[in-house]
């Protein structure tokens, strides 16, 4: 599951560019650090929205990883939890097998905590939830793309005003 953002910075690195090392070294760190900061922004935004269960396995697990530096900068946030994709997109019915092992002592555990079921009722209850979803499948439940849509504009501005720092910065080297 991934969403892709393109910000064009070829003005900014043209002129950093034009600049030289120190230049495209400027552009690099606001651009790196704009990165940074709308990574942030994506995963508290995906964890808010992700719909919490008995344990908050899934809002607690989305992560955020960076890799590369200066304009080579690339900044992940997604979750390793199984059960991600059939929350973001849901599934139509008769696609998926139901539950897999962990999703099932998931489920015993919401029954045993949320309805205050017994062991074996809990049980009971979490193999009959496994074959509704089997047969009627499950709604979606976006978190991680509104995570991205509902922000853009914020995105953008993050963007915008590194590029303001860094032209303002690169404006006090001169030109070569």
């Known amino acids: 599951m991934g ?22 070294d400027i552009a ?19 964890a808010m929205g992700a ?33 991600a994709v059939p929350v973001e997109f849901g599934v139509r019915p008769g696609a998926h097998p139901g539950l897999s092992r962990n999703g099932y002592e998931a489920v015993v ?9 017994s062991q074996d009722d809990a049980e009971s209850a ?5 074959m509704a979803i089997k047969r009627r499948g499950i709604p979606a439940h ?4 509104p995570a991205v849509d509902d922000n853009l504009a914020e995105i953008g501005a993050t963007f915008d005003r590194a590029a303001d ?7 006090k080297l001169g030109r070569p």
């Open 142 to 145: 976006p978190f991680m793309a």
């Open 51 to 83: 719909p919490d269960g008995v344990s908050n396995d899934l809002r607690n697990s989305i992560l955020r990883s960076t890799s590369g530096s200066g304009l080579g900068r690339v900044v992940e946030v997604g979750t390793p939890v199984e059960y």
């Open 3 to 24: 969403t892709s953002i393109r910000i064009d910075a070829s003005e900014l690195i043209r002129f950093a560019r034009e600049l030289g090392d120190e230049g495209v």
């Open 109 to 117: 555990l919401w029954f045993r905590r949320k309805l205050g079921l």
């Open 165 to 171: 720092r860094a032209v303002a910065r690169m404006s």
């Open 126 to 130: 979490a193999a009959l939830f496994g």
């Open 28 to 46: 690099g760190q606001e651009i790196g650090r704009a990165m940074d900061t709308v990574g942030a922004l994506i995963q508290r935004a995906a």
